[in-house]
């Protein structure tokens, strides 16, 4: 499995951003390979989005996808202020579930 | 490098969340290896920290910490309801800047 992590913060513009991520955020759960993607943001705009996906070329192709593309473009242009993006392959994976017992 | 990432669902219980939560946090820059971490929580508890360190060796020691490890114990036991843990290798991290000429 492979997890693209992407940090941003984001301006105070909104133009367009609420609609581009929801359209996005739909884009990319179609995509070959993908397993799940969860978001965070705090109060100063500074968020964290993880997608998971079953390989690195899955989520390579996400990364080069148009729609994609077009998205980061236009978060250059107006709606970050700064990002990063780690690609990342996970060697290790636990869940700690609570049982009914504890 | 490589990132730890973890995923937790908050119980309602606080009894010594911060302090032990503050604690751990200066302990793990002081590890070898350490580089830098960050971390986000959203209004039902659910939040995810993310830590850096520049080994796998690094972050397996961090895993394995005593103090850590006690904490741990004590979150399974009171303050988290669920968590996952992913040990990540980077494969790439680009940053982007937003420059003075934008």
């Given at each position: 499995?492979?997890?693209?992590?992407?940090?941003?913060?984001?301006?105070?513009v909104d133009d367009g951003y609420g609609e581009t991520n929801?359209?996005?955020?739909?884009?990319?759960?179609?995509?070959?390979?993908?397993?799940?993607?969860?978001?965070?943001?705090?109060?100063?705009?500074?968020?964290?989005?993880?997608?998971?996906?079953?390989?690195?070329?899955?989520?390579s192709a996400w990364g080069g996808h148009p729609q994609h593309?077009?998205a980061q473009r236009l978060g250059r242009e107006k709606w970050?202020?700064?990002?990063?993006?780690?690609?990342?392959?996970?060697?290790?994976?636990?869940?700690?579930?609570?049982?009914?017992?504890?």
């Open positions: 499995m492979h997890a693209v992590i992407f940090i941003s913060q984001r301006t105070s929801d359209a996005l955020m739909k884009v990319v759960q179609e995509q070959p390979g993908f397993i799940d993607s969860e978001s965070w943001r705090n109060e100063e705009g500074y968020g964290v989005t993880i997608v998971y996906f079953d390989s690195a070329e899955a989520s593309r077009e970050y202020s700064e990002y990063r993006i780690l690609v990342c392959k996970v060697e290790r994976d636990w869940k700690w579930p609570k049982t009914d017992a504890a």
